[in-house]
C-alpha cells in the first residue's frame, strides 16, 4: 500500500510560483517513489481532471500538459522519498485542487492520463488571482 500526502499548496497573484510536494509513507522497496511512475492531476471545478506533469519510474522521463510546458518542473527527490512540481509563471487558470497519483498502468506520454494511476493522495488546493 502507497500513502501519497501533499503539501505545498496556497494562494498567490498570477506570475508567482508555488512548489508542490509530494511524500510517500510507503516502506517497502516496492512502494519507494523512485520505483513508481508518479504523475499531478489537477482538477478545478465542474472541470475534468488534467494531468499536467508526470515521471517515469527510476526518473528517467518527464512529461508535461501542452498548458504547462515551461512553466512547471516535475523533479524527484531519490534519497528523500519526495517529489516535487515546480510551478512558476503562474495563470488564474492554473488554480485547483492538485493530487499526485503513483504507479501508472500506462507508459510514457500517456503518464499524464489521470485514469491510470493507483495510488491518490488527498489533494492540495492551488489558488491563483489576478
Known amino acids: 500500500q502507497v500513502q501519497l500526502v501533499e503539501s505545498g499548496g496556497g494562494s498567490v497573484q498570477a506570475g508567482g510560483s508555488l512548489r508542490l510536494s509530494c511524500t510517500s509513507s510507503g516502506t517497502s522497496w516496492r512502494y519507494k517513489l523512485p520505483n513508481n511512475s508518479l504523475g499531478w492531476v489537477r482538477q478545478a471545478p465542474g472541470k475534468e481532471r488534467e494531468g499536467v506533469a508526470a515521471?517515469?519510474?527510476?526518473?528517467?522521463?518527464?512529461y508535461y500538459a501542452d498548458s504547462v510546458k515551461g512553466r512547471f518542473t516535475i523533479s524527484q527527490d531519490n534519497a528523500g522519498n519526495t517529489n516535487y512540481l515546480q510551478m512558476n509563471n503562474l495563470k488564474p487558470e492554473d488554480s485547483g485542487m492538485y493530487y499526485c497519483?503513483?504507479?501508472?498502468?500506462?507508459?510514457?506520454?500517456?503518464?499524464?492520463?489521470?485514469?491510470?494511476?493507483?495510488?491518490w493522495g488527498q489533494g492540495t488546493q492551488v489558488t491563483v488571482s489576478t
Open positions: 515521471v517515469s519510474t527510476g526518473g528517467r522521463s518527464q
Open positions: 497519483a503513483a504507479d501508472s498502468g500506462y507508459g510514457g506520454i500517456s503518464l499524464l492520463r489521470p485514469d491510470g494511476y493507483r495510488y
